[in-house]
């Protein structure tokens, strides 16, 4: 089984720079952007939760793609008929967005730039997936899948805001 090192070091991060330890140390994210990501979606990370599966409070996961522009896009589907776009960004410091495990960032791309309230189920269902990734998170076989993988500051300035949707 790789270790929480190896998997920062596959994903571009120090130890450092996450504040597991040691003084603050670069990041080398943007060497892994370009990289050409020819696996799938990070599936494996969700401890076996399929395509349809339900996330509680009405959601369910409805798609995920391959790393991207520097992040797995999640689509969530509510009963109600309701969308919402996640990200799944590597972590690089303080934590970004609605949920957070030790080495990702769960991203809602709504167009609020936080300035309004995100509905409490999707919230909770959020919770719900961050909680299956971080007993997930360290298991071997991680690094193909997650080539590619930036924090989302590091995204938003290489690609634009306006690009990330």
């Given at each position: 089984m790789q270790s929480r090192r190896d998997i920062l070091k596959m994903m571009g991060l120090t130890a450092g720079a996450l504040g597991v330890g040691g003084a603050a140390a670069a990041t080398s994210l943007a060497a892994f952007a370009d990289a050409s990501n020819q696996s799938g979606a990070p599936l494996w990370l969700f401890g076996g939760l399929q395509l349809g599966a339900s996330l509680g409070l009405g959601w369910s996961l409805s798609a995920v793609s391959p790393v991207r522009m520097g992040a797995s896009v999640l689509d969530l589907v509510h009963r109600d008929g309701s969308v919402a776009r996640v990200h799944l960004?590597?972590?690089?410091?303080?934590?970004?967005?609605?949920?957070?495990?030790?080495?990702?960032?769960?991203?809602?791309?709504?167009?609020?730039?936080?300035?309004?309230?995100?509905?409490?189920?999707?919230?909770?269902?959020?919770?719900?997936?961050?909680?299956?990734?971080?007993?997930?998170?360290?298991?071997?076989?991680?690094?193909?899948?997650?080539?590619?993988?930036?924090?989302?500051?590091d995204r938003v300035e290489r690609f634009g805001p306006e690009a990330l949707v």
């Open positions: 960004c590597a972590r690089e410091g303080r934590p970004k967005g609605l949920a957070h495990t030790a080495l990702f960032d769960l991203v809602l791309m709504d167009g609020a730039q936080g300035d309004r309230a995100t509905d409490e189920r999707l919230g909770r269902a959020l919770l719900n997936l961050a909680s299956r990734i971080k007993q997930n998170e360290l298991s071997a076989g991680a690094s193909d899948e997650l080539r590619g993988l930036l924090s989302h500051l």
